[in-house]
């Protein structure tokens, strides 16, 4: 059946472009015209007037962990945590710990609901529950579906919990891959291999991570020099800086996310760069956590964001970005920062196939639909700008994902108070537990 958005104003990022009166007609999740009076091609097609809303592409967020929806306003008893070190042992390797299947249930269903609210299609979430690894990445994917939300899954391999856990994340990774490649190609959720970073991942786990990226045809999903600390253990164990290490490990490809890169060294940026690889860039994380700037962010071929577990809205992200960047002395307008974020459409074509993060035919279908007031002239010139220094997901009216609304008018499709309540309740277990 085909659907016609009529009357919209298309709003794209890269390239920019404003357009008011225009019809989008879609059939099989895809984008297969775009113009004017449209319902005269198609008159069977079902109409959904949108009286002139903002509609763009889908928004990505690059890296998350759904993992962490619980730990907002954690009330555990938390010892100070000056550096970023005594944060992951004080904080989230405690919390990982804690989380069971009704745990991660919870979370994984909140922080998808989050996501959507925020006008964001996808999530690549990077998951730990030592505890409960082998079918955790199933749970998350449940959660996903029920709600729609496109995704790209791993679990987080490290070497910290004995060699028992090391082998139990590897497997929980490629396992979870082939279930994925059994599936039909409509798929919403697709499979990465993941590994928390280099400081935990000795030899014999980056050995095993290149064995399933190869057997599965995925890239790596890893934390590298977020803080000074993984570049310093880096050259100190091993003689060489970490992103070096993963190379000569073969785990940079065309798929490889490379998350933070605080503290890459010019040399490492062209190793990704030369292998095709993305920069996952979380600038709320970098600056909670206080690891720093990277300095030659605009030294990277490939960008995307993420929000690192806080929350799901890149309209956020999208102004710390901007406004971070501009604090550390940076030269970039808010253009380069929409630039930044369509950019995460390019990892869903590399791992999805086909069309992502555009409003034309043979496109996926993942819009998001606004319903902003715009107090100035909104064109394709300053369609940044707007975002930058106003427009942001209150202004979210629906989202759609492969062509179907799964969130319309500020509603999603069954209830979600009691989801809430389960969450707020799996959340107090959880902050006891740790
Ligand atoms: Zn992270």
């Known amino acids: 059946m085909i659907k016609i ?20 007609a879609l059939e099989h999740g895809q984008v297969i015209k775009t113009g004017r009076a449209l319902t005269t091609f198609y008159p069977d097609a079902a109409i959904i007037s949108m009286d002139g809303k903002l509609v763009m592409p889908g928004m990505v967020c690059a890296h998350n962990h759904f993992y962490s929806a619980l730990a907002r306003g954690i009330t555990a008893d938390i010892a100070p945590s000056p550096d970023f070190l005594s944060i ?8 990982d710990k804690a989380i069971d299947r009704e745990v991660l249930q919870a979370s994984a269903i909140v922080g998808a609901l989050e996501a959507v609210r925020a006008g964001t299609t996808t999530v690549i979430d990077h998951h730990a529950s030592p505890n409960f690894i082998r079918g955790s990445l199933g749970v998350i994917r449940e959660a996903f579906e029920k ?29 979870f ?5 059994r599936n039909d190609d409509n798929r ?44 310093a253990f880096s050259r100190q164990h091993y003689g060489e800086d970490p992103l070096a290490r993963l190379h000569r490990f073969g785990l ?20 990704l760069n030369e292998n095709d690889g993305f920069l996952i860039h979380n600038p709320r994380s970098n600056m909670n956590n206080h690891v720093g700037y990277m300095e030659n962010i605009q030294q990277v071929k490939n960008l995307a964001m993420g929000t690192d577990g806080i929350g799901g809205d890149m309209f956020e992200e999208f102004k710390f970005s901007y406004f971070k ?31 992502f993060g555009a409003i034309q035919p043979g496109c996926r279908a993942d819009l998001t639909i606004l319903d902003y007031y715009a107090p100035t002239p909104l064109t394709a010139e300053n369609v940044a700008g707007h975002i930058a220094f106003g427009m942001g997901s209150r202004d979210v009216n629906s989202v759609m994902v492969n062509g179907k609304f799964i969130y319309r008018n500020r509603e999603f499709p069954f209830e979600i108070d009691s989801l809430y309540a389960t969450a707020r309740k799996a959340a107090e277990k959880l902050w006891k537990t740790m």
């Open 5 to 24: 958005l009529t009357n919209a104003t298309l709003v794209q990022l890269d390239p920019a472009q404003v357009e008011t009166g225009i019809d989008i």
């Open 147 to 175: 709600v729609g939300l496109r995704g790209i899954l791993c679990y987080e391999t490290t070497d910290r919990n004995a060699e028992a856990g090391m082998t139990d994340g590897i497997a929980e990774n490629t396992e």
């Open 252 to 271: 940079l490809n065309e798929k490889a996310l490379i998350v933070h890169g605080v503290h890459l060294t010019g040399k490492e940026i062209d190793l």
């Open 325 to 355: 960047h501009r604090d550390a002395g940076g030269d970039w307008w808010p253009d380069s920062i929409a630039k930044m974020l369509q950019n995460g459409n390019r990892i869903l074509e590399r791992y999805f196939g086909g069309d």
């Open 188 to 231: 919403l959720v697709e499979a990465a291999i993941g590994g928390h970073a280099p400081f935990t991942l000795n030899d014999t786990a980056l050995a095993m991570l290149k064995k399933a990226i190869e057997e599965t045809g995925r890239g790596i999903h890893v934390h590298v020099s977020e803080d000074g600390h993984d570049a």
């Open 88 to 95: 992951l042992k004080n904080l989230w390797w405690r919390l």
């Open 177 to 181: 891959a082939r279930q994925i490649d």
